[in-house]
């Protein structure tokens, strides 16, 4: 059984960083594509970031381009989301994902809350 267990979000102020690091038991999480969503009250789950299983493709939701860094270690099975010059906004609860490119079940974790105050 696969879990992915969320750290790092917090209450910030708005321009603050935090990173957020998501850490995967078994061995699955080399050959698995890793994402960040998040989900504020009231409106539906988004992808926020994604990486492909090398690392060496990426891509954001165009609001967070240029402030969030999504980024992976398979030595470590984590993936990590950096989030720099953070914007009230961005306040949601942040989950963390695991799909497999060639289809299967999707893993989540259980989501970590980061709060930007202005």
């Known amino acids: 059984q696969v879990q992915l267990v969320e750290s790092g979000g917090g209450s910030v102020q708005a321009g603050e960083s935090l990173k957020l690091s998501c850490a995967a038991s078994g061995s699955i999480f080399p050959s698995h594509a890793a994402g960040w969503y998040r989900q504020a009250p009231g409106k539906q789950r988004e992808l926020v970031a994604a990486?492909?299983?090398?690392?060496?493709?990426?891509k954001y939701l165009d609001s967070v381009k240029g402030r969030f860094t999504i980024s992976r270690d398979n030595a470590k099975n984590t993936v990590y989301l950096q989030m720099n010059s953070l914007k009230p906004e961005d306040t949601a609860v942040y989950y963390c994902?695991?799909?497999?490119?060639?289809?299967?079940?999707?893993?989540w974790g259980q989501g970590t809350q980061v709060t930007v105050s202005s």
């Open positions: 990486i492909t299983t090398s690392g060496a493709e990426s």
């Open positions: 994902n695991l799909e497999n490119p060639r289809g299967g079940v999707a893993y």
